[in-house]
């Protein structure tokens, strides 16, 4: 009598990627928590907003006539969905896919980032997530104008918010160095297209997220809870608090779905 080969188990079911969105005003420090966090999290991938902007010439125009690159609509938001989703389903980015973005200016800004947190802090932090994930995979993406796309709130497992001050948010964008491009004329470094296109553009897409609609206070923590929007505690919280804060975020949702 022959005896046939045992049935070959399933493999075992593959988590999707638990995905951490990072959101806020344009300066509020989303690439820098990002960098940080990367170091921690170990991501299977990264998914940045700004490498689905669209071309110079299919940017909104501004009623002065210069570009507004600010805007709902400066991104190819069908596109960026769809690379998210794509990723959330299978892990991998889409093939082909590239970003624009210098991968030596990503290093330098990452180095420079990571800096602003010890070591200890980030080898303390890793420890506490690598417990709570139990081997799941992990994915970031991150942008100015996220949370306003129900579909992109509903793929992100763990939605962060950076807040910050009107006042904080133009000093950090007028003295970021080389945030600018000969093509561009630096149109959108000057204190004109701050107010006109970052800062109201923030306002117009955000404040409903905050009471009476002031972005620069208090949350709607109700409509927050019921959406899974984790919020900063206060405005302009420094690097490090925000890395203990998203950290803390982070493992919190991590960790019903170890259990």
């Known amino acids: 009598m022959s005896l046939s080969a045992p049935p070959m188990s399933a493999p ?18 989303k690439s820098t928590t990002m960098h940080i966090l990367r170091t921690v999290l170990s991501p299977a ?8 902007n669209k071309e110079f010439a299919d940017l909104p125009v501004r009623p002065n006539g210069s570009l507004d690159a600010d805007a709902v609509e400066s991104t190819d938001i069908p596109r960026f969905k769809a690379a998210v989703l794509h990723a ?10 590239s970003s624009w973005q210098d991968p030596e200016q990503v290093a330098f ?7 602003r947190v010890s070591e200890s802090q980030r080898q303390a932090a890793k420890q506490t997530v690598d417990e709570a994930r139990v081997g799941r995979e992990i994915a970031v ?15 992100a497992d763990v939605k962060l918010f950076l807040r910050t ?12 160095p080389g945030y600018g491009d000969p093509e561009t004329k ?4 000057t204190e004109e297209y701050f107010e006109e296109c970052v800062w109201e553009n923030y306002v117009k897409n955000s404040k409903s997220w905050f009471v ?23 405005l302009d919280m420094s690097v490090g608090e925000t890395f203990e804060w998203a950290v803390g975020v982070i493992v919190e949702a991590l960790e019903p779905k170890a259990r």
Do not use: H, N
């Open 12 to 29: 075992p079911p593959r988590f999707p990627p638990f995905i951490v969105a990072i959101s806020g005003c344009a300066s509020a420090g």
């Open 45 to 52: 991938f990264t998914i940045q907003q700004d490498d689905f």
């Open 88 to 97: 959330k389903r299978t892990g991998e980015m889409p093939p082909g896919f």
């Open 109 to 115: 800004e990452q180095e420079i980032a990571v800096g």
């Open 141 to 155: 993406i991150e942008g100015w104008l996220l949370y306003q796309d129900e579909e992109i709130r509903r793929m």
């Open 165 to 176: 001050s009107k006042a904080a948010a133009k000093y950090r964008r007028m003295t970021r």
């Open 186 to 189: 630096d149109f959108w470094r």
């Open 212 to 234: 009476g609609g002031d972005v620069e206070g208090e949350p709607d923590r109700e409509l927050c809870r019921r959406e899974g929007l984790a919020m900063q505690p206060t």
